[in-house]
């Protein structure tokens, strides 16, 4: 009803504003030609309009406007679908502790073989020196015509003997100062000068 009252209220108001501002003072009644307008009658707020038989608007006082219709209200919202909770997945069952194994007990020490002293092999027999080559002789030959044969290498040695030209001695190596040692034909040993032997005989 309070929405139909400020409608009334609001349609009134516009109709006085038309009705002093749209006023036709001084002007002729008729305008080319034409009749002037009825003058619209005041309708009291709870009056309703009611068309006569010549078009004129008759108020009834008794008649109670219709109600505007109110509009739908509006759909109650959908209640929110409460999100059901995923059930909680399914544990599984711990599996049973495997029996640990039964540690066995060390096995006995294997008895340790025997060591069986192997025999020292014999060493082998020492390869018997071979017999050095005798040494092959030098024959010299007496040059001088008697040349004495000394106890040393020198001419301040006793004489053993003197040898002629020709005769032959052994050679047994140099005694320095240009004497050499001989063997005489008898196995003596003596010095000579080397200066009256010769390999060549004379």
Known sequence: ????????????????????????????????????????????????????ENGEVIAAPDTVPEPEPEPDPPPP???????TPAPPPATEPEPDPEPEPEIASDPPPAAEPE????PEPEPAPDPEPEPAPEPTETVLYVTGTKVNVRTGPA???????????????????????GWRLIRLGAGEIGYMSGDFLSPVAP
């Open 1 to 52: 009803m309070g929405i139909l009252r400020l409608i009334l209220i609001t349609l009134v108001g516009i109709w006085a504003a038309m009705l002093y501002f749209g006023r036709d003072e001084g002007l002729p009644e008729t305008v080319i030609g034409r009749t002037p307008a009825p003058e619209p009658e005041v309708v009291a707020p709870d009056a309703t309009l009611d068309p006569g």
């Open 77 to 83: 919202a959908d209640p929110e679908v409460a999100e």
């Open 115 to 118: 060591v069986v002293a192997e």
């Open 155 to 177: 001419t301040v040695y006793e004489v053993i003997t003197s040898l002629e030209q020709g005769a032959e001695v052994v050679d047994l190596g140099d005694a320095g100062e």
